[in-house]
């Protein structure tokens, strides 16, 4: 295997891609809703308003889910974990799929998400399992939105801000919360010089390296306009050619405490990683 720096593009994402099997992801459960009759009427400024809202409501647990296909084989990768908004911190257990045999089953990788930067532990690669690798969001090509396997929460809000052709599909059940499911797309490009500051690197970042600025999604909110769910569909280059990638949060259990305490410096490794 060719050895290759951690700061550079893509090599995460390519390690994860190659990785796998078919798995599932799971939904996520609810924590109530109004009745019919009080339900506010929901429109398409509320999509772009969703990382306001997130961002006032504190924290959240969180699932995601990242599927690709790579040689054929559609593999997902799931992660459960929660996010502080506020700080604009999260930690995710990071499950990869097993190796195209079967036999090889991979330890969960713990994911710290901060502004700038993305913390790896148990990456593997000829890390020593005491360290962490650390990736620049706005060194990589994709910004990090899918190099690790899962969409920072709040980034996928930010992406939001652009959506444009929105259209309302449906009011619907979520695991046992009443929401609104929108459908439209945004604009990596665009979104980069709207979005707040912290994420404006990673999604530049994110222009320059995806096939398509254009980025269709599905976003469900619940009465109180907080995103619950939000599936996007990116088109990553990867060593040349495009690779469609869907990349879905759910969030749930708003307010809920997370805890977040980033690595020391002596944490870090510093070495190369094996592709």
Known sequence: MVAQ???????????????????????????????????????????????????????????????????????????????????????????????????DEHRPITELLSPGALYMKNRGAGVPDDKWVRVDSATVDDGNLVTGGATDPLTAAELLRTATRVTFVAEQD?????????????????????ASPYARGALTAAARGFAEDA???????DDAGRLRKVRHRFSYVNQGHAVAVSSTTLLYAFGERVEVTLPPGGDIYDGEIKS
Do not use: Q
């Open 5 to 103: 720096r951690h700061g550079r593009g893509g090599a995460v994402f390519a390690s994860m891609a190659m990785a796998g099997v078919v798995a599932t992801a799971g939904g996520c459960s609810g924590d109530g809703g109004a009745a019919a009759d009080d339900r506010p009427r929901l429109d398409a400024a509320a999509v772009r308003k969703v990382a306001d809202v997130l961002l006032a409501s504190g924290s959240s647990r969180a699932r995601t889910s990242m599927e690709m296909a790579v040689g054929g084989t559609r593999v997902t990768i799931r992660g459960e974990g929660g996010y502080d908004f506020g700080k604009r911190m999260g930690r995710l257990r990071v499950v990869l799929p097993k190796d195209p045999s079967g036999s």
């Open 174 to 194: 979520l695991a046992g919360v009443r929401v609104w499911h929108f459908r439209g797309v945004t604009d990596i490009r665009r979104a980069a010089t709207v």
């Open 215 to 221: 980025v269709p999604f599905d976003a469900y909110l």
